[in-house]
């Protein structure tokens, strides 16, 4: 008897996928319009899918799963999303945790934020379920859906409702359907040609999808998409009120959050360890609130207090926890979690790259690494990448701290004279060895292996000595600047920072030098356009579509 | 007329009610009828691949002398218990070719393609565990599964090809709820019946598939193939449920244990020699119960960052620090941590080893491929990479012998790992490396 039950689902179901499959494609239709060119899909990170769904459910919406690992491209994540795609155990996961969204959204808890309230709730209601799935399908798909699109859904949604008595089920399922589609998980920007008609940008959707996600990391909300519906988007005026809108926004916080996030490498945090022998106080806790200290001093700064993004690099305003306080070896005498709290002019400390983050995560477990320290901070603050050393390299010497060489600078410069090695430790050792005077996670020291640190050395012609000297060369050095700037473009943009030119943004870059280095400025340049939204003219056909198949 | 893939999907949710009953391993029907279990079906030949950094130290793994009566070496030596059921490959060479070395990438990019990568942290094809599985794994319920016993998804050398890995389950736990939590059909319940729940999965899952043809329109090329890698997972997602809704008919005398409990899963050596056995008895019970027939283990990454708590270098740092002893000829630090990984990869063979099935045990009825990055870490030098094969794959694998591999490509190894697992290639790798020799002698 129960085999038959199912089987009867099993025969429905065939009926319903099969009307799916015959309603009329209106989408290719569209698809076919005059040249227009997909300039990037790019897979939502974590916090994309996890912004969007709160933002467009509404907040207590429970996300439980597997984020597919990220790698970094030119410095950022943020252009990996254009190369990554979604693998088997990736879907597996996003298929589930769309049903689960879809199960919380349709719940009896949360059902009455639904824009619509069927006729009778234990039967099917095709035009109530079409008025739910076109708005939600309208926020998920950051445009409207297809008329293929929505009848699909529709159709879905009325048989499982009409199996299961049940219009909230079949509502389930048809959100479901729409939460793992691929218009969902990834961001399909897509150019036309501009008034001119010679350059390509951003058609409004589109821009609606670039400008939220920078600037809020979420996905656009009902108002941004209505101005992408009119076209508004699409005039300087009605980008200019948008731009404005967004940036007035607190919400700006969480975007430049993740921005400064990616730029930073704070994720690098996820798989450092430390050893516990050497640095028993380290711990998980430790790594979170290092991470959240930089965040909080890099925010501060640059959006609520509106400052210089040089200062970055020699403010002593920090925040810190109790765990940070005793890595920094300060006083906590607060019953509160975090506190505003300023280094004292003789501690030695620079910005943020004397903060336990920067130090911590570029270190050894259990030893520093000027090496390492000075290839990241180059590379995240200057965008100066270090190439690999040569294969054969004998770096046996660094080693060797029973000899005569008591500190690792020492025995990294006997190393560095080797002239294979001088020219690319000329590059990256003299910004780490002005930090040495900060153990692996992060601790003031002015000795190692009993013997004086020396934190002297030299980059070009100018003499640093210390974190303090190299925070003020870094906060003086127009490479900054312009590598900030252009890691925001890329990061906006999805691309490559080291295939960004400083002439593909030079409006919005005068803008932030013109303000003396205000982050707000350069964004503004960039919100209201046209460079952020500007894209080449499409390359003439290649013919071939692409690698075999995966399958 | 053309048949459309999706039309022949929709024709499969009612096939799998139709085909209830039928033994689900039928189309591993061994043509020589070994390895019989208890209710005489065969045992599919199962397939994976270990991944550990860092290389070993040559003169302190390769046994003095080829064959089976080769006498074991220092650091060969934690393999010894299982030393019948494995071969070891000396004097294997990775062509670069054009391509640079890349420093802890060509070496295992080589062992897991048979092609030198002309990428860093790309593959320039599928990983040999994923070309195996698109022939053995229809009919389990995931084509493949991956672990990392390090705590890191990304720590996954098993890839469809491009910058794309196959993310490895983090913690034992998370692979245990990948494998034994929703969905899983446990074999010991008696009334087991399909559950429609999963029939409604797979329309919303063909609902989502019905939109390729408009999702792929207008991609260029680059994007194009990253949209069919989405389908191609829905596509996967799809075969899952439909695995989901055959009777069970698993033959392991095994218990699925209760969930373990979290732990601290990363780089530090005492966490690694606790978290991999564990891992190690998942994967051994996933593919005990046809839960997947492929899975890719990892404990580090290239250029292992292992370290012992109070080495204030770890395992990495070590190999390009630390002095070659000039009486010994080696580093002796950097030696210890090879034979820990050792033991580490002996852990999972034992847990393998450990699930009587049929005539033997499941590491009889499968074959485990065992790679690295570097032959020699200080220096990054690729020749002479080891290479280790365990498991009798079903009897077609002769096993306990070392192979002196005479400067033969790396990628002899692969193509004789997919001759056991009578897969039908005649060559197999890229480049310099295309071979078409097989170790013959191997196979049975």
Same mark, same amino acid.
């Given at each position: 008897m129960r085999k038959l039950?199912?089987? !009867?689902? !099993?025969?429905? +179901? +065939?009926? /319903?996928?099969?009307?799916?499959?015959?309603?009329?494609?209106?989408?290719?239709?569209?698809a076919d319009g005059v040249s227009s060119e997909v300039v990037s899909l790019r897979r939502l990170t974590q916090d994309e899918y996890r912004n969007s769904i709160a933002d467009i459910f509404g907040p207590g919406i429970e996300i439980r799963g597997m984020f597919e690992p990220t790698i970094r491209v030119g410095g950022l994540q943020a252009a990996s999303t254009a190369v990554l795609s979604v693998t088997p155990a990736g879907f597996e996961s996003y298929t589930k945790m769309a049903d689960s969204i879809a199960v919380q959204v349709t719940g009896e808890k949360l059902r009455d &934020?639904?824009?619509?309230? =069927? /006729?009778?709730?234990?039967?099917?209601?095709?035009?109530?379920?079409?008025k739910i799935l076109a708005h939600y399908g309208l926020l998920l798909f950051r445009r409207p859906l297809t008329d293929a699109e929505l009848k699909s859904r529709i159709t879905l949604a009325h048989t499982l409702a009409a199996r299961q008595k049940n219009f909230y089920a079949g509502m389930r399922y048809g959100l479901a359907s729409l939460i793992q589609a691929p218009d969902f998980l990834f961001r399909k920007e897509v150019a036309v040609p501009d008034a001119g008609g010679k350059d390509y940008t951003l058609e409004p959707y589109s821009r609606a999808t670039r400008l939220s996600y920078l600037l809020w990391n979420s996905t656009p909300d009902a108002e941004l998409l209505s101005a992408a519906q009119t076209g508004a988007l699409s005039t300087e005026a009605g980008l200019k009120k948008q731009a404005g809108r967004l940036m007035a926004s607190p919400r700006l916080e969480a975007g430049m959050r993740a921005f400064f996030n990616d730029m930073l490498e704070l994720d690098t945090f996820d798989t450092v360890?430390?050893?516990? +022998? $050497? *640095? =028993?106080?380290?711990?998980?806790?430790?790594?979170?609130?290092a991470k959240e200290e930089t965040l909080k001093t890099v925010l501060d700064l640059t959006l609520t207090r509106d400052g210089d993004v040089r200062? +970055?690099?020699?403010?002593?305003?920090? *925040?810190?926890? &109790?765990? $940070? /306080?005793?890595? *920094?070896?300060?006083?906590?005498p607060f019953n509160g979690d975090w506190v505003r709290y300023e280094f004292d002019p003789k501690a030695g400390r620079s910005g943020i790259i004397t903060q336990v983050s920067m130090l911590a995560m570029f270190s050894h477990p259990g030893r520093s690494s000027p090496t390492k320290r000075g290839v990241a901070l180059t590379d995240i603050l200057l965008c100066e990448p270090t190439p690999n050393p040569p294969n054969n390299v004998d770096f046996s010497i660094i080693n060797d701290t029973g000899g005569p060489l008591k500190t690792v600078r020492q025995r990294l410069m006997a190393h560095a004279t080797n002239p294979v090695c001088a020219s690319c430790h000329n590059h990256s050792d003299p910004v780490g060895l002005t930090l040495e005077g900060f153990d692996t996670i992060g601790g003031f020291r002015t000795t190692e292996n009993g013997e004086v640190i020396d934190l002297k050395t030299r980059i070009r012609d100018t003499t640093i000595n210390g974190a303090e000297d190299l925070g003020r060369y870094l906060h003086d050095n127009p490479k900054f600047t312009a590598c900030l700037a252009r890691k925001m473009f890329a990061y906006a943009r999805g691309e490559n920072t080291m295939r960004v030119r400083p002439n593909m943004f030079q409006a919005a870059y005068a803008r932030f030098v013109d303000s003396g280095f205000h982050l707000r400025a350069l964004l503004t340049g960039l919100a209201e356009g046209p460079e952020l939204y500007s894209a080449p003219p499409p390359k003439p056909a290649s013919g071939g579509g692409g690698k075999v198949s995966m399958h | 007329m053309k048949l459309d893939r999706r039309f022949l999907l929709r024709g499969s949710c009612q096939g799998a009610l139709a085909v209830l009953g039928l033994p689900f391993l039928d189309c591993f029907l061994d043509s020589k009828g070994k390895a019989l279990a208890a209710t005489g079906r065969p045992l599919p030949t199962r397939f994976s691949t270990y991944f550990y950094g860092l290389g070993l130290t040559k003169q302190l793994w390769v046994p003095k002398t080829a064959g089976k009566d080769y006498e074991v070496t220092e650091q060969l030596a934690p393999l010894q218990p299982l030393r019948a059921k494995i071969n070891i490959f000396s004097g294997l060479r990775v062509a670069v070719d054009a391509n640079p070395n890349y420093q802890h990438w060509s070496g295992a990019g080589a062992s897991a393609t048979g092609m030198s990568p002309t990428k860093i942290n790309e593959f320039d094809t599928k990983t040999i565990d994923q070309q195996v599985a698109d022939v053995i794994s229809r009919g389990a319920r995931f084509k493949s599964v991956a672990a990392s016993c390090a705590g890191d998804a990304s720590q996954s050398y098993s890839s469809l090809g491009g910058a794309n890995t196959l993310p490895a389950e983090p913690t034992p736990l998370s692979l245990y709820t990948r494998l034994f939590g929703p969905g899983f059909q446990d074999p010991s319940k008696g009334d087991w019946k399909p559950d429609p729940q999963v029939m409604i999965q797979q329309s919303v899952l063909s609902v989502v598939a019905d939109d390729r043809k408009r999702a792929m329109a207008e991609l260029g090329p680059a994007d194009r193939a990253r949209m069919d890698q989405y389908f191609t997972s829905v596509r996967e997602a799809e075969l899952q449920m439909q695995a989901e809704l055959q009777r069970p008919d698993i033959e392991a005398k095994v218990t699925i244990p209760a969930a373990p409990e979290e732990m601290v899963c990363n780089n530090a050596l005492p966490n690694l020699r606790k978290v991999t056995p564990i891992m190690a008895k998942l994967a051994a019970l996933a593919m005990a119960t046809d839960q997947t027939r492929v899975f890719h283990m990892s404990v580090s990454q290239p250029g292992s960052q292992i370290f012992i708590p109070g080495d204030s270098l770890g395992y990495h740092q070590s190999t390009h620090e630390e002095p070659i002893d000039p009486k010994l000829g080696y580093q002796p630090r950097v030696a210890k941590y090879n034979v820990y990984n050792m033991e580490l990869f002996c852990a999972y063979l034992k847990e393998l080893d450990a699930i009587p099935e049929g005539d033997g045990t499941l590491l009889d009825h499968m074959l485990v491929y065992a790679f690295t990055d570097v032959a020699f870490a200080?220096?990054?030098?690729?020749?002479?990479?080891?290479?280790?094969?365990?498991?009798?794959?079903?009897?077609?694998m002769k096993t306990g012998y070392h192979i002196n591999g005479d400067g033969s490509p790396v990628s002899r190894v692969g193509l004789t790992a997919q001759k056991a697992m009578d897969m039908s290639l005649e060559s197999w790798g890229g480049g310099s490396m295309e071979t078409r020799s097989p170790f013959t002698e191997l196979l049975a």
């Open positions: 039950t199912v089987l !009867g689902l !099993g025969v429905a +179901l +065939l009926a /319903a996928a099969g009307a799916a499959l015959a309603a009329p494609g209106t989408d290719a239709a569209k &934020r639904l824009p619509c309230t =069927p /006729a009778r709730a234990k039967a099917a209601d095709d035009k109530c379920a079409g360890s430390k050893d516990s +022998l $050497l *640095y =028993p106080k380290w711990g998980v806790a430790i790594a979170n609130s200062d +970055l690099m020699t403010t002593r305003d920090t *925040y810190i926890n &109790r765990n $940070l /306080a005793a890595v *920094y070896r300060v006083p906590f | 200080k220096i990054h030098a690729l020749d002479g990479i080891p290479v280790l094969l365990a498991g009798g794959a079903n009897g077609r």
